[in-house]
């Protein structure tokens, strides 16, 4: 039996700090996070007057550093409690939280903290500190590097200090500052796919504002359990993830790493997740790849179940009527779909998908299997939510209605402009390009294009600067192929190019496992770098995206294509921190093999 809905509305929590004040006031032996304990390899639950008490002693290292309030505190943590504590902490103390990707280059870490000022910084161990080290003489304003294990004993940086020693014994009650909800509560670097990052200001009230709107739009319960997995230093996961419980006073438990994602989704056993399509997408592709080794009847049975599983859906939805094929689902869903469900815990009530589209193909097996996937749309800029489906309006192919309080139209170009009390208060020391997104009625330039239809649901249908021109004139949104490409188990990653081409060409990684098995078939050395890009892969290759690709105009078809065996990777500088490609940094590493894609023509 779900428990009553308590939710914290913004005028009553004020700030981010006064949010989580509220929360202990008002219940503070609820469960508030599930720690996981690595000596004893156990979850613990800590209550909200536990995590208080634990904020109050870092609150009393915070104020020991003389920082006065509006300065900048930088965090590149995991997830974890630290991370939420010390948010908490500095956001009490009128601090302005600046979040890092755990993996960012060190030289993209150390643009943001010159540029914002920061002055302490808090990092996980020596993966960290190693980076850190080779860009210390640039972060000449950070006068506090704390970590939470050892990473030096001897002639160490003097601004260096473990959490054990910085961290007081104990401290006063957790205190918050009077402050204004318009305050900068953070800044927030935008991923950067198609420049340098920006710093994205949200104040207090831009993110306790779209935290209360999307909980009246997906009602959220005290007993729901999120598992938080997105990096926090991601708006949607900061938000969704941490804001969001709070304001509901549900629970969170951090992941310990997205490797034992699987292993926690079964410990854990959450009813919220909050994911990217790329989680889904993976979830998928295993799903195929072991369908592909089971008998002929297997698979027939599962692409009935999400046959069936699909009317279902639309059925409760109120958009298709009943049909004898429904008395299946009973048998079904206890053969095929309750299985697949154990292996996300058995009791995940939704999972909302943002950050970018998923395929409607993905999002129709899973809502066929009976996971309620609510996709959603948003930008850091929103702070970062402008509209999401919910459980009693889903349509899978758009990314839901907009938010309470937010508004959203269709600007003469296609493109989709927002506003409401979510907007960022601008980006950090760049009035220019504020200028440049945010217009003199207050209208968010989102760069996207999208259709809006009678029911006010939004449809992105592709990005304003990310069109793909032909030399013939043809324009192609390339994420909808690469979409296309990368749900063939074979392909991991998928770069589509042909910008003043006469025709599409494709960079594309392949699974490794899939890989090894491709080349058995064909009889080749999958460890052979030359194999891969030999006339009999190429053609093998090209076949399967074609085949993906079936439905597309003929000007979208890929016509030549290189292979490639790594991953690219956040460290690399190829993708953002939340899986996006950048598309820039990849034509510069493979500008040859490009040109020889076009060689002759």
């Known amino acids: 039996m779900r428990q009553q809905v308590d939710l914290i509305k913004p005028e009553v929590a004020r700030t981010l700090a006064g949010l989580f004040r509220e929360r202990v006031r008002r219940t503070p032996q609820g469960r508030a996070y599930l720690q996981y304990l690595q000596q004893e390899e156990r979850w613990q639950a800590r209550t909200w007057e536990d995590v208080s008490t634990l904020a109050g002693r870092w609150q009393a290292a915070l104020g020991r550093e003389n920082l006065d309030p509006g300065e900048r505190v930088a965090v590149m943590l995991k997830n974890s409690l630290e991370w939420v504590l010390f948010d908490l902490a500095a956001a009490g103390l009128g601090l302005v939280t600046v979040p890092l990707f755990v993996n960012d280059r060190p030289e993209n870490f150390a643009h943001i903290?010159?540029?914002?000022?920061?002055?302490?910084?808090?990092?996980?161990?020596?993966?960290?500190?190693?980076?850190?080290?080779?860009?210390?003489?640039n972060l000449g304003d950070i006068q506090r590097i704390v970590t939470l294990q050892t990473v030096c004993e001897k002639d160490c940086d003097p601004r260096l200090a473990e959490i054990n020693r910085w961290l007081p014994a104990t401290g006063a009650a957790f205190s918050v500052r009077d402050a204004d909800p318009q305050e900068l509560a953070s800044v927030v670097y935008t991923s950067g796919t198609t420049g340098n990052p920006k710093g994205v200001m949200l104040s207090h009230a831009n993110l306790l504002q779209n935290a209360y709107?999307?909980?009246?739009?997906?009602?959220?319960?005290?007993?729901?359990?999120?598992?938080?997995?997105?990096?926090?230093?991601?708006?949607?996961e900061r938000t969704a993830g941490y804001y969001v419980p709070m304001m509901a006073g549900a629970c969170v438990a951090h992941v310990r790493t997205v490797e034992q994602l699987p292993e926690d989704l079964m410990a854990v056993r959450p009813t919220i997740?909050?994911?990217?399509?790329?989680?889904?997408?993976?979830?998928?592709?295993?799903?195929?790849?072991?369908?592909?080794?089971?008998?002929?009847?297997?698979?027939?049975?599962?692409?009935?179940?999400?046959?069936?599983g699909w009317k279902r859906f639309l059925r409760a939805q109120g958009r298709d009527?009943?049909?004898?094929?429904?008395?299946?689902?009973?048998l079904l869903?206890?053969?095929?779909?309750?299985?697949?469900?154990?292996?996300?815990?058995?009791?995940?009530?939704?999972?909302?998908?943002?950050?970018?589209?998923?395929?409607?193909?993905?999002?129709?097996?899973?809502?066929?299997?009976?996971?309620?996937?609510?996709?959603?749309?948003?930008?850091?800029?929103?702070?970062?939510?402008?509209?999401?489906?919910?459980?009693?309006?889903?349509?899978p192919a758009s990314v839901g209605v907009p938010l309470p309080g937010v508004e959203a139209k269709i600007a003469a170009n296609g493109e989709l402009l927002a506003r409401g009390p979510n907007v960022m208060l601008g980006y950090w020391k760049n009035p220019e390009a504020t200028e440049q997104v945010i217009d003199r009625a207050g209208w968010f330039h989102t760069g996207d294009m999208a259709k809006i239809d009678d029911q006010r649901h939004i449809t992105i249908t592709g990005r304003i600067k990310e069109i793909i021109v032909l030399s013939t004139g043809e324009k192609v949104p390339p994420e909808d192929v690469e979409v296309a490409i990368v749900q063939n188990p074979l392909f991991e990653q998928a770069m589509v190019v042909g910008e003043g081409r006469p025709y599409l060409t494709a960079l594309v990684v392949v699974n490794v496992a899939q890989w090894e098995r491709q080349a058995a078939k064909l009889g080749v050395d999958p460890k052979d770098p030359a194999?891969?890009?030999?006339?009999?892969?190429?053609?093998?290759?090209?076949?399967?995206?074609?085949?993906?690709?079936?439905?597309?105009?003929?000007?979208?078809?890929?016509?030549?294509?290189?292979?490639?065996?790594?991953?690219?990777?956040?460290?690399?500088?190829?993708?953002?921190?939340?899986?996006?490609?950048?598309?820039?940094?990849?034509?510069?590493?493979?500008?040859?093999?490009?040109?020889?894609?076009?060689?002759?023509?």
């Open 273 to 308: 997740l909050i994911s990217v399509p790329r989680i889904f997408e993976r979830i998928h592709k295993g799903i195929m790849m072991k369908l592909d080794g089971r008998p002929v009847v297997a698979r027939k049975l599962f692409y009935l179940t999400v046959s069936t």
């Open 213 to 236: 709107a999307g909980v009246s739009q997906v009602v959220i319960y005290p007993d729901d359990l999120f598992l938080s997995f997105l990096p926090l230093s991601h708006t949607l």
């Open 531 to 601: 194999t891969l890009n030999s006339e009999s892969v190429h053609q093998l290759v090209l076949a399967k995206i074609g085949r993906r690709l079936v439905r597309f105009p003929g000007y979208a078809q890929i016509k030549r294509v290189f292979v490639i065996h790594d991953l690219w990777t956040v460290n690399e500088g190829l993708i953002t921190a939340t899986l996006k490609i950048r598309r820039k940094q990849l034509l510069a590493k493979y500008a040859r093999e490009v040109e020889a894609l076009y060689a002759g023509h």
């Open 113 to 137: 903290l010159r540029e914002t000022g920061a002055r302490l910084l808090l990092i996980e161990g020596l993966e960290q500190w190693q980076r850190v080290e080779q860009v210390s003489g």
């Open 321 to 330: 009527g009943w049909t004898p094929q429904l008395l299946l689902w009973p």
């Open 333 to 395: 869903q206890r053969l095929v779909a309750a299985p697949v469900l154990a292996r996300l815990g058995g009791r995940l009530r939704f999972t909302i998908s943002g950050g970018a589209s998923l395929s409607p193909a993905i999002s129709r097996v899973f809502l066929g299997l009976g996971v309620n996937v609510l996709q959603g749309y948003g930008l850091t800029e929103t702070s970062p939510v402008i509209a999401v489906n919910t459980l009693e309006d889903n349509l």
